[in-house]
T-cell receptor, first 112, second 115 residues
Framework: DQQVKQNSPSLSVQEGRISILNCDYT??????FLWYKKYPAEGPTFLIS?????DKNEDGRFTVFLNKSAKHLSLHIVPSQPGDSAVYFC???????????FGTGTRLQVFP | DTGVSQDPRHKITKRGQNVTFRCDPI?????LYWYRQTLGQGPEFLTY????????KSRLLSDRFSAERPKGSFSTLEIQRTEQGDSAMYLC?????????????FGSGTQLSVL
């Protein structure tokens, strides 16, 4: 079973606060994870990734945390800005092929 | 513009018609992927090429779908005898794969509406 799950379809956060987006996966063989951001009528754009040899990766306002024992990762955005309002997808490469498997996405709304 | 380019951006067609989409990847990228996305879902893998070789096709890709990448550069995705269920955003992505972790760069997609 190779699934990536995002159980929160939407999240609303005030500007300046922290946004936390969650992702769970089913297969412990997954060893690399990516977050993509998607604006309406555009393709997904790469945001940040993490390898399973790490438990944290940071890039500016974006930090991804990986908890392998829980098969869980999260994306933290601090501070959140209105321009961060988009749909965020968690993804992982299939362990036995090279295709990326995506979650269903979380729509983040950052309000002033 | 050196990103992934897709054409057309929008396509409206009648059920039963054939449609063809084009994708131009980032020039030095050796891999090219096709995904489909419907409302409320994440992108679903359809097929991918490494250079001109088609390496994998999803079970989602029925006999009505065919993809080509004849010279290892641009790719086309054709849907024959379209059905209303084919309505979706069709996304193309490319990557420079050298082994190890891979990062896909997506185009803006082609939004297909089948009436």
């Amino acid at each position: 079973d190779q699934q990536v799950k995002q159980n929160s379809p939407s999240l609303s956060v005030q500007e300046g606060r922290i946004s936390i987006l969650n992702c769970d996966y089913t297969n412990s063989m997954f060893d690399y994870f990516l977050w993509y951001k998607k604006y309406p009528a555009e393709g997904p754009t790469f945001l940040i990734s993490i390898s399973s040899i790490k438990d944290k990766n940071e890039d500016g306002r974006f930090t991804v945390f990986l908890n392998k024992s829980a098969k869980h990762l999260s994306l933290h955005i601090v501070p959140s800005q209105p321009g961060d309002s988009a749909v965020y997808f968690c993804a992982a490469p299939s362990y036995n092929t090279d295709k990326l498997i995506f979650g269903t996405g979380t729509r983040l709304q950052v309000f002033p | 513009d050196t990103g992934v380019s897709q054409d057309p951006r929008h396509k409206i067609t009648k059920r039963g018609q054939n449609v063809t989409f084009r994708c131009d990847p980032i020039s030095e990228h050796n891999r090219l992927y096709w995904y489909r996305q419907t409302l409320g879902q994440g992108p679903e893998f359809l097929t991918y090429f490494q250079n001109e070789a088609q390496l994998e096709k999803s079970r989602l890709l029925s006999d009505r779908f065919s993809a080509e990448r004849p010279k290892g550069s641009f790719s086309t995705l054709e849907i024959q005898r379209t059905e209303q269920g084919d309505s979706a955003m069709y996304l193309c992505a490319s990557s420079l794969f050298r082994g190890g972790d891979e990062k896909l760069f997506f185009g803006s997609g082609t939004q297909l509406s089948v009436l």
